[in-house]
T-cell receptor, first 112, second 113 residues
Framework: RKEVEQDPGPFNVPEGATVAFNCTYS??????FFWYRQDCRKEPKLLMS???SGNEDGRFTAQLNRASQYISLLIRDSKLSDSATYLC?????????????FGKGTKLSVIP | DTGVSQNPRHKITKRGQNVTFRCDPI?????LYWYRQTLGQGPEFLTY????????KSRLLSDRFSAERPKGSFSTLEIQRTEQGDSAMYLC???????????FGPGTRLTVL
């Protein structure tokens, strides 16, 4: 089982749609969770951190369920500019270790 | 300082040659990371520096790979005797000690012919 698994893409949605991405992780000792966004041929950039209480940033809502080892990202009112690959990322740190593990990413295309 | 920079941006080499990539992190960031990304995959961790100390290496980092950060500022990643399977995007990232966010550079795209 892969450490971080995401919905296989691509997701093709019309402008204005709501889209949800799911992610599961295998290491129950993971401490922090993130969604990164990666545009085509560009570097990944942090979209938002994910907290157990859930957090929202404008049209984006992230949720974490530690018991189920599940992370989600909801995008409301999709814009053309949301088209990108969304990477689910899990942090595990310990003595001398600080490692981010990335999922394969889910590609989103928002269509006019 | 506008962010993490990497050089070169593209490198084409023949199998068996050695290549070296450079990463300049954001100046206040003492943590530096190297990742490899192939098409359709997320970035895969290679190695991690805290200042000049290399604290962690992935099993992906075979003995043909070596990374250094001699003065705790810029870092180099060298691949010796390149193989076609080394073709990938090599990404560098840095972070401030108290923050979790890693800032990525634009990457070096390596093509081994």
């Amino acid at each position: 089982r892969k450490e971080v698994e995401q919905d296989p893409g691509p997701f093709n949605v019309p402008e204005g749609a709501t889209v949800a991405f799911n992610c599961t992780y295998s290491n129950s000792a993971s401490q922090s969770f993130f969604w990164y966004r990666q545009d085509c041929r560009k570097e990944p950039k942090l979209l938002m951190s994910v907290y157990s209480s859930g957090n929202e940033d404008g049209r984006f809502t992230a949720q974490l369920n530690r018991a189920s080892q599940y992370i989600s990202l909801l995008i409301r009112d999709s814009k053309l500019s949301d088209s990108a690959t969304y990477l689910c990322v899990v942090l595990h740190s310990g003595a001398g270790s600080y490692q981010l593990t990335f999922g394969k990413g889910t590609k989103l295309s928002v269509i006019p | 300082d506008t962010g993490v920079s990497q050089n070169p941006r593209h490198k084409i080499t023949k199998r068996g040659q050695n290549v070296t990539f450079r990463c300049d992190p954001i100046s206040e960031h003492n943590r530096l990371y190297w990742y490899r990304q192939t098409l359709g995959q997320g970035p895969e961790f290679l190695t991690y520096f805290q200042n000049e100390a290399q604290l962690e290496k992935s099993r992906l980092l075979s003995d043909r790979f070596s990374a250094e950060r001699p003065k705790g500022s810029f870092s180099t990643l060298e691949i010796q005797r390149t193989e076609q399977g080394d073709s990938a995007m090599y990404l560098c990232a840095s972070r401030f000690p108290r923050d979790d966010e890693q800032f990525f550079g634009p990457g070096t795209r390596l093509t081994v012919l």
